[in-house]
């Protein structure tokens, strides 16, 4: 009995012999050269711990294995090697295998065959592809002509699979890029340098998903352990998506989103979410409309950045939120009109903490934000032994979720409530941002 899998996806197929479906369908022509490969059961499947996974190229030749028993990889992404986890997922009744990166290339004809026990559907029955012949595709023809509008799509629905394939087009070309994605899960690790007026927007905030696992610990510098890590780009705008790194609590800093030298980049109705280190921004930068959650020093930097109708979440427990490590040349990390809000076993969390011996002029700024009691009395942490005298914590008329005023009375000394009219200068934007205006 052949699996129901709602709407028909013409690029899903039935894989002989089983009750399977499965992505690219057998025999599909013109497939992206970057597709997670997908087999979708009646119901959840496990994943196994022997076997392996093989792509093969019409000369029998293997262009991509999974071992199943493997639990870390390497790969190259946007040029630069990274340690990964095992690139095989359970998406509700799906597996979703990911190969290494350009592991296929356009105009060939590929095979994929599955060991005993990689993957076992419903009851326990393991999942095996022995023959070529059974589930086997061809990519499409050439790149996509243009590389000015892209869409990318996990059932090959637009001109890639991965976001990283798109980028990686776009960096090789240069070339100034609206890329859209559609609703789904992309389990990747994204790295691209140098791009220049690109923007990259999902179809659906909740929908259209980046989620992985990275982490100090995997890749120990900061240029490697984020989840999506852009560098030395202009004119960036990352727009109605869901960007997460599943790093558990303890698992080390594991930056999502990571945008360094990054001028005149936008964040807008995004969700952005992990739990040490969530941001890491240098550069000139604005966010609007967005969800930003951690715990631990999880906005954090060199960059100035404008966060405007923000909310700004405390998971779990308590760190700080902002830890900005800027010069006295400059401002910092703003919050114009956000709310700051916690689960709910979560106290004595503070806006920013900084070490005052090293960085003595930090920035950070709250502009009319509203902040629940889980915000420490103190409301910042100042610590080492050096003048204060430069430092810039600023606030400005906090209230509660009632919109009642906050008693500040014991906020932390090297903390200032600024006046009228330093909170007025706070609000534009181009004061903040050196002269842009978003």
Request: include cysteine; charge should be negative.
């Amino acid at each position: 009995m052949m699996v129901d899998s709602g709407p028909l996806d013409p690029n899903e197929g039935p894989l002989q012999g089983t009750s399977a479906m499965v992505f690219p369908a057998p025999g599909a022509q013109g497939v992206c050269p970057d597709p997670p490969l997908r087999v979708t059961f009646a119901s959840p499947p496990t994943l196994g711990s022997s076997g392996a996974i093989r792509v093969y190229d019409a000369s029998g030749a293997v262009g991509a294995t999974v071992d199943m028993g493997a639990a870390m990889y390497t790969d190259t992404i946007g040029g630069i090697a990274f340690s990964l986890l095992r690139p095989v997922y359970v998406d509700g009744n799906d597996v979703v295998i990911y190969l290494a990166s350009h592991a296929l290339g356009y105009g060939k004809t590929y095979s994929v065959t599955v060991d005993s026990g990689a993957v076992f559907g419903p009851g326990g029955a393991p999942l095996v592809v022995s023959d070529a012949a059974s589930w086997r595709f061809s990519t499409a023809a050439a790149a996509p002509m243009s590389l000015s509008t892209l869409t990318v799509a996990t059932n090959s629905s637009g001109g890639f699979c991965s976001i990283q394939g798109a980028l990686d087009a776009i960096s090789a070309s240069g070339a100034a890029a609206t890329v859209t994605l559609q609703p789904g899960k992309y389990h990747e690790i994204i790295h691209a340098a140098s791009l220049n007026s690109v923007t990259l927007q999902g179809v659906d905030r909740k929908a259209t998903i980046v989620v992985a696992t990275n982490n100090n610990n995997m890749n120990p510098t900061t240029m490697t352990r984020s989840l999506v890590g852009i560098d030395n780009s202009t004119g960036l705008v990352i727009d109605n998506l869901t960007i997460q790194n599943s790093t558990a609590q303890g698992g080390s800093q594991a930056e999502a989103l990571r945008l360094q030298n990054c001028d005149k980049c936008i964040v807008r109705n995004a969700d952005i979410v992990s739990l040490q280190d969530t941001l890491l921004w240098s550069g000139r930068l604005y966010a609007e409309n967005c969800y930003v959650a951690g715990n631990v020093d999880f906005v954090w930097g060199t960059g100035a950045a404008y966060f405007k109708n923000c909310e700004i979440r405390t998971l779990g427990r308590a760190g700080a939120i902002v830890q900005a490590r800027n010069g006295a040349s400059g401002y910092g990390y703003v919050f114009v009109d956000s709310k700051l809000t916690a689960d709910s076993n979560v106290s004595a969390q503070v806006l920013a903490r900084i070490d005052v011996s090293a960085y003595p002029a930090s920035h950070v700024a709250y502009i009319n934000c509203t902040m629940g009691s889980f915000i420490a009395p103190a409301g910042w942490g100042v610590t080492g032994l050096g003048d204060t005298s430069q430092l810039r914590f600023w606030e400005y008329q906090s209230v509660d979720e009632s919109g009642n005023a906050i008693d500040t009375s014991q906020r932390a000394p090297g903390s200032t409530q600024i006046s009228a009219a330093q909170a007025m200068s706070m609000r534009d934007v181009s004061v903040v941002l050196s002269g842009w205006t978003p």
